[in-house]
């Protein structure tokens, strides 16, 4: 009997397929279009690899300040009594729900020249608005949620006594959250920083609009491959490839490290 209710219900069975293939058909069109033949060939120009290197490094220092900032936010909304946690919550996470080009926007008219912070940023000679550091921030600012929630459910789903027995034997709070809650936490710590990654590595929209898509300055992998496609469209296919396996290995990384 307990076989039987296992078994997926047939109503199901067709939706289930449609949502399979409408992932899978896009995927599997982009391989079969893709000229593995050039894709050393690509990988190996100046222009590629420009891009690529950015991407690494701006996607390296998006993660590590999504860290920085994140971990202790996390810790705020999981463990703290501070009024209006829902609401913070909530402002954390638009960055989920809100078009990445209005990320940019937004971005823009904060710490651009004639942002908020303008006159500031300007007068220190620290505008990041169209430099590779606005290249990090505005990835920080799309992948930091997925690292919050992610660490953020880890720590209120922790048992609470060892930090009391810490506490007891004479720890500080900074000091039982360095030696007891992050050790605890550190595998989903692990797994937003991945997530936080894979999206840092595919920003787009709110990159293009704050840093611009300069070649060898602020243009990364997405932002070469839209150049490519009105350039040169098989060689945009062999990139975006390139950019699939990376995404897939990641997830593979990251479904492995959860286990």
């Known amino acids: 009997m307990r076989s039987v209710a296992r078994r997926p219900p047939l109503a199901l069975a067709g ?21 593995w033949s050039r894709m ?15 991407s690494l490094r701006c996607g390296l220092g998006a993660v590590l300040l999504a860290l ?6 996390a810790w705020v909304l999981a463990r703290s009594s501070l009024p209006g946690r829902r609401l913070l919550r909530a402002v954390v996470t638009v960055p989920l729900v809100l078009p990445p080009v209005v990320g940019g926007v937004a971005l823009l008219l904060a710490f651009g020249r004639h942002g908020v912070l303008g006159r500031v940023l300007v007068e220190s000679g620290t505008v990041p608005a169209f430099t590779p550091y606005g290249v990090v921030l505005a990835e920080t600012f799309v ?26 034997l004479g720890a500080g709070p900074l000091r039982a959250f360095l030696t007891v ?28 609009t ?20 009105e350039d040169d469209p098989p060689a945009a296919y062999a990139l975006s490839a390139f950019l699939l396996l990376v995404s897939v290995a990641l997830v593979l990384g990251l479904r492995a490290r959860v286990r």
């Open 15 to 35: 939706p289930a397929l449609l949502a399979v293939l409408l992932v899978l058909l896009p995927l599997a069109a982009l391989l079969g279009r893709t000229p």
């Open 68 to 73: 920085v900032l994140g971990v202790p936010l």
């Open 181 to 208: 809650t992050l050790p605890a936490v550190a595998p989903s710590v692990a797994a937003g920083a991945a997530l936080a990654g894979a999206r840092a590595l595919g920003e787009f929209g709110a990159t293009i």
């Open 210 to 229: 704050f840093a611009g898509s300069l070649p060898g300055t602020t243009q990364t992998v997405p932002l070469a491959v839209y150049q490519l496609l």
């Open 143 to 168: 992948s930091l949620p997925f690292l919050v929630l992610t660490v953020e459910g880890a720590m209120a789903g922790l048992d609470r006594g060892r930090e009391d027995v810490a506490a007891t």
């Open 40 to 54: 050393p060939a690509l990988l190996a120009t100046t222009e590629v690899r420009q891009a690529l290197w950015l």
